[in-house]
């Protein structure tokens, strides 16, 4: 299924779908009517404070400064980006914690029942651990969203230290995500005149070497992009950003996901989602909140991503309406749920379970709007 994108959304009883394709002479996305997500509209919060469509039910996994539920692992403050991995017939959830100092990453492992076996830490003594992205061979890499800051490579597993990968760039990294097809890394930057980058390693599964390269295009929105390679990947006295001509721009880098020959990443700045088209070497806009008509946006503050294996992309929302909301293959943008009563916080590392049964996120300030007071939920539903 193509799903390389949108130019423009418009609003039709709170759903919102793209009116446009930039694919040439391909057909024109429907406007959305009421009820048109996948999953109908949202219930009324639940004992945790969430709205969840009809047949979704939520738990509380962890809350930061106390004990994770059946261990004896306290959860670390201000949990961000995450993401699952297979773990014998169980799984594994990986977090990061954005504060500094202290920083690092934890883990939580689940039986196959989804019963939680174990917590542990899989990186330390590092700082403001933002969001990140999963690699193929199974390792999580947690990104320092600090001036220079760092890619750790970390085990989820847990029993193998934790890597600093220096080559892949010092710079406000913010998310990752692998193409294991053309075997590269693409990586977010959270700067307001921030840049997209990939990283090419000499060897594919090994991140001590490579090249760091930057995107660069002209001055449209969308359209035709190049690469060219960051000469000094340390980043100083110059930096990463300022080393290219014509690199690109983006205002604030935010959350990255591959699939299927597209790599889409976020700009919180803008309020937008791109497409970077991977085989034609473009990036176009999925989904602009400046251009929807007929009524309020329905994505706000965008952050995170993640998607399925369905095609559908969910954006978690930094403020906005407190949302996780759904981009479906069909261009509806639709909120999947909201958290109440948490207007001080914001929705951070969405991640599915192995099978795709089971929504992890956290909420990282809790109704407390304070690091300490952060929050990580799992939702079970009939998620197609």
Not at 118 to 147: D, H, V
Not at 300 to 328: F, K, P, Q
Request: charged share 15%.
């Amino acid at each position: 299924m193509d799903r390389r994108t949108v130019l423009r959304a418009t609003v039709a009883g709170g759903a919102a779908a793209f009116a446009g394709s930039l694919w040439s002479g391909a057909a024109l996305a429907a406007p959305a009517q009421p009820g048109t997500g996948p999953y109908g509209p949202l219930g009324s919060a639940d004992g945790n404070g969430l709205q969840l469509p009809a047949g979704f039910t939520s738990r509380v996994i962890a809350r930061s400064r106390q004990t994770v539920p059946g261990t004896s692992y306290t959860w670390h403050p201000a949990p961000d980006g995450g993401a699952c991995f297979a773990a014998g017939t169980g799984w594994i959830y990986v977090s990061n914690s954005e504060v500094t100092p202290g920083g690092g990453a934890s883990a939580v492992r689940f039986a196959a029942d989804g019963t939680v076996t174990a917590a542990y830490r899989i990186l330390s003594g590092t700082n403001q651990n933002c969001a990140g992205g999963a690699t193929p061979w199974g390792t999580w890499l947690s990104c320092e969203e600090t001036s220079r800051g760092f890619v750790y490579e970390t085990y989820p597993q847990g029993g193998t230290p934790a890597a600093q990968r220096p080559a892949l760039g010092r710079f406000k990294h913010e998310a990752a995500a692998a193409d294991p097809v053309r075997q590269v890394i693409y990586l977010t930057e959270d700067e307001t005149d921030g840049c997209f980058y990939r990283f090419r390693p000499t060897v594919w599964g090994d991140l001590s070497a490579g090249t760091l390269e930057v995107l660069v295009a002209g001055a449209a929105t969308d359209g035709p992009v190049s690469w060219a390679r960051v000469p000094d990947p340390d980043g100083l006295p110059t930096a990463t950003r300022n080393q290219v001509a014509g690199a690109k721009r983006f205002t604030g880098g935010e959350g990255c996901w591959y699939a299927d020959g597209t790599c889409w990443f976020t700009t919180k700045g803008d309020n937008r989602v791109w497409a970077y088209d991977v085989v034609g070497q473009r990036i176009d806009l999925a989904y602009d909140d400046s251009l929807v008509t007929g009524g309020a946006a329905p994505l706000t503050g965008v952050d995170n991503i993640t998607g399925t294996r369905s095609g559908d992309l969910y954006v978690a929302e930094d403020g906005g309406d407190m949302e996780i909301n759904l981009i479906t293959p069909t261009g509806v943008v639709t909120p999947f749920l909201r958290i109440t009563g948490q207007s001080s916080s914001e929705i951070t590392g969405p991640a599915f379970s192995p099978d795709g049964s089971r929504l992890y996120f956290s909420s990282q300030r809790g109704t407390s709007g304070v690091p300490g007071g952060g929050i990580t939920y799992e939702v079970r539903g009939p998620f197609r």
